[in-house]
C-alpha cells in the first residue's frame, strides 16, 4: 500500500484553508515535469464561483531560474473560458505563449501592485492568447518566496483575473470570459524536482458570485502532488 505524507507546512496550510474548501468553490490543480519542462494545469467548473487571484507555491526541490531577457518565448499555452458576454453557455478555447516581458512597464507595474500590492517582481510573464481574432495578454508575476511564505516552497507565481460580471469597459472581462480550464507548459524554468514527493500548493480567492468584489471568505487551497 502507497501512502503519501505532506510536509507539516503544507498540511498547516491545508488545515487553514479547510472550511472553506467545502464550499462549491473547488479548483483543481495538476503539475508535471518531464525533463526540463513544467506544466501546470488549472481546472475550474462551469458552475463554481468565477476566480479573481491564483497564487501557485514550486516547491523547494524545484527551484526557478528567472534570468531570462524580455521577449523570450518560454513555453505554449491553452485555455477555455465561459464566454458570459457572448452567451451563458459560450465555451471559447483560447491557444497562443507564455513569453517574459519587461515589468517596468507602468501599465504593468499597476496591475502588479493592484494584485499583489507590489510594483517590482523578479519576473513577469505574459500569456499572450488568442480568441476569435482576437489577442488577450495576461499577466503573471513571479518571485523567490520570502519569510513565512517560505514554508510553502521556493517560488510563486501569482495572476490576478478581471471579473466576468462586469462590462469590459468598466474593467470587466474581455468576452465577459470566466476561466474554466489553462494549462501551460514552460521550459527550462523550474529544475526537475530532487524530493521523492513534491507538493505544488496553489491558493486561489473567488469573486461575489456576479460581481467585481473580492470574496477572501471563499479562499481555497489546491494541491498538486
Not at 18 to 42: D, E, F, R
Not at 164 to 170: F, H, K, M, T, V
Not at 191 to 204: D, H
Request: with cysteine; hydrophobic share 50%.
Amino acid at each position: 500500500m502507497k501512502r503519501f505524507i505532506v510536509s507539516a507546512a503544507v498540511a498547516a496550510l491545508a488545515l487553514a484553508f479547510a472550511g472553506s474548501a467545502l464550499a462549491s468553490y473547488t479548483p483543481k490543480l495538476v503539475v508535471s515535469q518531464a525533463g526540463t519542462k513544467t506544466t501546470i494545469h488549472v481546472t475550474i467548473a462551469k458552475e463554481d464561483d468565477a476566480t479573481l487571484k491564483l497564487t501557485i507555491y514550486a516547491p523547494a526541490s524545484a527551484p526557478a531560474t528567472l534570468t531570462q531577457a524580455p521577449g523570450t518565448p518560454i513555453g505554449t499555452v491553452t485555455a477555455q473560458v465561459n464566454a458570459k458576454a457572448i452567451s451563458p453557455d459560450a465555451i471559447l478555447p483560447l491557444t497562443g505563449i507564455v513569453q517574459v516581458t519587461d515589468g517596468t512597464a507602468a501599465p504593468l507595474q499597476q496591475a502588479a501592485t493592484q494584485c499583489t500590492a507590489t510594483a517590482t517582481h523578479a519576473a513577469t510573464w505574459l500569456l499572450v492568447l488568442s480568441a476569435a481574432g482576437q489577442t488577450l495578454q495576461v499577466p503573471a508575476w513571479v518571485d523567490p518566496t520570502a519569510g513565512a511564505e517560505t514554508a510553502f516552497g521556493s517560488g510563486k507565481l501569482t495572476v490576478c483575473l478581471p471579473s466576468p460580471d462586469i462590462p469590459q469597459s468598466a474593467g470587466g472581462a474581455a468576452f465577459g470570459a470566466k476561466l474554466l480550464d489553462v494549462n501551460f507548459t514552460v521550459d527550462g524554468i523550474f529544475g526537475a524536482s530532487t524530493a521523492p514527493l513534491a507538493t505544488w500548493p496553489a491558493v486561489f480567492t473567488p469573486y461575489v458570485p456576479g460581481t467585481a468584489t473580492p470574496n477572501p471568505a471563499g479562499t481555497v487551497l489546491a494541491l498538486a502532488i
